[in-house]
């Protein structure tokens, strides 16, 4: 069994009773203030999807809405290949507690096929990952953070909170603090890795929370094994903040320069 | 009865069976190459939303997956608030024909209140809608093009398809052909009004369809009536082509330059 602790959180039980039926438990090393990580959530509605047994291809997209938050302990997920193609899957997937419905997704998967390709969102210029410091995750941060090796390169959390905020993109090298191969569960995971950008643009801290995430998965599996252990360049910004709500555009790249995933997230803040 | 062409399209009758349960008929105006265009059946998604019963807030995020082409005819929708907070709404949404599911999606709606905000995605510099030449349907083309007003600056359609495409972003004036007040319907179907980026980027036609998209509303209803029947700015790009599939990353400005709506889609191309 593998012990690493990403691993753990996405332990799930196939039920007996119907397919597609998964009990599973939150993660105490992927807590986050009021709730798991949404990162961890995302990847485990991906696992049930990867684990059921109809199962055809490879995911491509990914659209987790965080309805309620789960609260500590066992949840179920049910996964359903809604409409079956030749080489394409549709799913819906749902998390629920005592009955009651915490989570919605749909999940593409596809069989992968080698065409033409173009990248018009190259890797932005960085440091290496070794000239970077490691940021430092005090003893009160939440239990998340500590699961990630996280390099600000810029835009990090301001350290003061005077309402200074002009621009709202960051951008850091990452990886998991404990060395695992990339796949797409963790690349899920890491492309909801970026802290609320309302709090960078205005260098002030309000209530936030993700709503709804959508992740697109730009590699095939030889592509995303290819990254091992090794460090994503991550990136995000906002468009708009307004009444409400803003979204956050984030891309990630391996250090060799392919963009991985492409991810956009719908947030909500307070004031 | 409105009888605009987009307001028939969306019309749709509640079962006296089932609350949220809907039927309504695919439109020859909205026509594409093999089935309606997605935007209007994004729209009609929306629209299930916005007629039942239960409905709180406004539109804020839609994901809809198009599994499977629409065919013409008669169609159900079923419309599902699966969490119902204080002043939000999480809602799934299935098309089925036949008793098969060709599309699902989900909705986020909510009250939205006044808050700070800010736009970090500027409207780009452009000609006045009156200095740009307005596309020319030619007789053979799709049927739902003609009901949009396309005025396009910059990356328009390739007329020479000769593989000399080096990029894949258009910019464009739009607005209904036929005039209509911008509501979060048609502004969900106009965030789907770019055509497949990798006929641009390739100067090369191969199939190509879009497999889901994600769109969020960054204004409130009254925002949104402030625009009228007056022109949005599009912008559209792609960020990775790949293995058979590319994201396309899309941005509407009012022509007062409020960002209105940014939308992400992964489509499918062969070759």
Redesign the interface.
């Known amino acids: 069994m593998n012990s690493h602790p990403f691993d753990q959180a996405l332990r799930l039980q196939h039920s007996d009773l119907r397919v597609g039926q998964f009990s599973g438990q939150t993660s105490s090393d992927y807590w986050n203030m009021v709730g798991p990580f949404g990162g961890a959530t995302a990847a485990i509605v991906l696992q049930s999807v990867l684990q059921h047994p109809d199962l055809l291809g490879v995911p ?2 990914l ?1 987790v ?1 965080f ?2 938050a789960l609260e500590a302990g066992e949840f179920e997920v049910q996964a359903t290949p ?2 079956t ?1 030749r080489s ?1 899957q ?1 799913w ?1 997937v ?1 998390i629920t507690q005592n009955g ?3 989570t ?3 999940a ?1 998967t ?1 069989a ?10 190259p890797m932005p210029q960085a440091p290496r990952p070794s000239d970077v410091e490691r940021m430092s995750i005090g003893p009160h941060g939440v239990a998340w953070l500590a699961q990630y090796e996280m390099r600000p390169i810029s835009g990090s959390i301001p350290s003061v909170w005077d309402g200074s905020g002009s ?2 993109e960051s951008r850091l090298w990452l990886r998991d603090a404990q060395a695992r191969p990339l796949d797409y569960t963790s690349l899920m995971a890491m492309s909801d890795m970026f802290y609320p950008r309302v709090w960078l ?2 260098a002030t801290v309000v209530p936030a929370g993700t ?2 995430i ?1 992740t ?1 998965f ?3 599996a030889a ?1 995303i094994a290819k990254v091992g252990s090794g460090y994503l360049l991550g990136q995000a ?9 803003f ?1 956050q ?1 984030a ?1 990630l790249w391996s250090e060799a320069g392919d ?1 991985l995933a ?1 991810s ?1 997230q ?1 947030v ?4």
Chains 1, 2 share one sequence.
């Open positions: 491509v997209a659209t809405n309805a309620a809604v409409r193609n394409t549709h819906t749902h009651a419905i915490n919605t997704a749909t593409f596809a992968r096929r080698e065409t033409w390709g173009a990248s018009d969102a621009h709202s643009r205005r709503v709804s959508t697109y730009h590699a095939d592509q910004h906002g468009q708009r903040f307004n009444n409400g709500y979204d555009s891309h963009l492409t956009n719908i909500y803040y307070k004031e």
